[in-house]
């Protein structure tokens, strides 16, 4: 296998945990190598699994091991009806939509691809956390990082509100809203203290991610 960013590799069983059993149609928008589909694929019967993928050598992989395999922008596949004729019982958007120039938009368009009951399963990091006001106020530097919160190739940021307005502004209800804690960003082991530190005034400071399940508001 080519040499990629670990950080896109992973099953992600928080993730998969998220989806409701009843969903068979599943599209993963940033599906990288397929890792979640895959694992959702050996793990349910009768699942079939979509995805998307921007780079072209991730995209051979994750071929191999999904039903469907959208080479290509998301933003562009949307714009030109690819999806058209499509509905899901869920969508994936696992740390993607920080990366889309806006995400606003596209997450409207990919909620109206959902079918009846259809769920979409996001995460999204944390821009609040502590790590990014101390830098800037400390450091005097914005903090770029290669993975995580900081990812250089991060053209938006949420914070808790802003992802709130994000699902809302794109007609969905959020039912469940998770966090992932961390002290600090790698994971080392000193984060297994952070749930117990995330009191209600520091928990938006400790979150490192948030993990959303949304449905359409009409449902």
């Not at 989806?19 to 589909?37: E, F, H, M, Q, Y």
């Not at 009806?81 to 596209?106: K, N, Q, S």
């Amino acid at each position: 296998m080519a040499d990629f960013n670990p950080s896109y590799l992973g099953p992600r069983p928080d993730i998969i945990a998220l989806i409701p059993k009843r969903c068979r149609r599943i599209l993963d928008v940033g599906c990288a190598t397929g890792s979640v589909g895959r694992a959702l694929k050996e793990a349910r019967k009768d699942v079939h699994v979509t995805g998307v993928e921007l780079d072209p050598e991730m995209a051979a992989v994750s071929g191999q091991r999904l039903d469907v395999v959208e080479k290509g922008d998301i933003c562009d596949l949307l714009a030109h009806g690819v999806f058209d004729d499509r509905a899901y019982d869920c969508i994936i958007l696992a740390d993607v939509l920080e990366h889309i120039v806006d995400p606003w938009t596209t997450l409207g368009l990919l909620a109206a691809r959902l079918g009846h009951d259809g769920v979409i399963v996001a995460s999204l990091p944390n821009v609040r956390h502590y790590t990014t006001i101390a830098s800037i106020l400390f450091a005097k530097r914005w903090p770029y990082r290669d993975r995580g919160i900081h990812d250089r190739t991060h053209l938006r940021f949420f914070a808790y509100r802003n992802v709130v307005e994000l699902f809302e502004g794109a007609g969905l209800m959020i039912g469940s809203l998770r966090r992932h804690y961390r002290i600090l960003e790698a994971p080392y082991r000193v984060n297994r203290l952070s749930r117990v530190l995330a009191l209600p005034p520091l928990r938006d400071l400790l979150t490192f991610q948030y993990l959303i399940v949304a449905k359409a508001k009409s449902e």
